[in-house]
């Protein structure tokens, strides 16, 4: 389901920028500063530093000596032909999202409310609104989480833009989990 937690000590090779988590703020890390790499999940990754927990953006995963393996857009401008968006594979990375506390995904979490596909009017290509929620609405990972949801469908062959909007009603609540996700954070 999610990929294992660590808990790993090291040196960042350079300044890079985080957002502490659960407030959202943007920080800077310096260079030579000692992180605990505590998960890595979609392609990120959650630190704790000073006491704090972050997250590192996984294109920044060169400064904790790891591989930079954020998916790469897909679409438009790249030559590729645009034709029919495969709704599975957005799904397919939409698992992919994480809250950065949570070890599953946005999905499983029944974080996600509404998937639309907007087909181009000449077929080729479409644009994909995801209408998705966050487990409390204070949370001040939601604009992070929501811009990885937004670069992420974006990856998808032939989506031509990805919009995400964030919304608060039904509430969210623990029954909206997948029965695996509910096992998986000791909820049965």
Do not use: H
Request: hydrophobic share 35%; with cysteine; proline share 6%.
């Amino acid at each position: 389901m999610s990929e294992p937690q660590t808990r790993e000590l090291v040196n960042l090779k350079r300044d890079t920028s985080a957002t502490l988590v659960p407030s959202g703020d943007p920080i800077t890390l310096k260079k030579g500063q000692e992180v605990i790499i505590t998960q890595k999940l979609g392609g990120n990754y959650t630190v704790i530093v000073l006491g704090n927990m972050a997250l590192i953006d996984g294109s920044n995963g060169d400064a904790l000596g790891k591989s930079t393996d954020r998916p790469q857009p897909q679409t438009g401008g790249n030559g590729q032909e645009l034709g029919k968006v495969d709704e599975m594979l957005i799904w397919d990375q939409l698992k992919t999202c994480f809250d950065p506390e949570i070890p599953v995904n946005i999905v499983d979490l029944g974080l996600v409310y509404d998937l639309q596909i907007i087909p181009a009017d000449d077929g080729r290509g479409a644009e994909v609104t995801v209408k998705m929620t966050l487990t409390a609405p204070g949370c001040g990972m939601g604009d992070s989480i929501a811009q990885d949801v937004q670069q992420k469908v974006e990856s998808v062959p032939s989506v031509t833009d990805a919009k995400v909007e964030l919304v608060w009603d039904p509430t969210w609540n623990q029954s909206m989990m997948t029965e695996a996700a509910r096992l998986q954070l000791g909820f049965m």
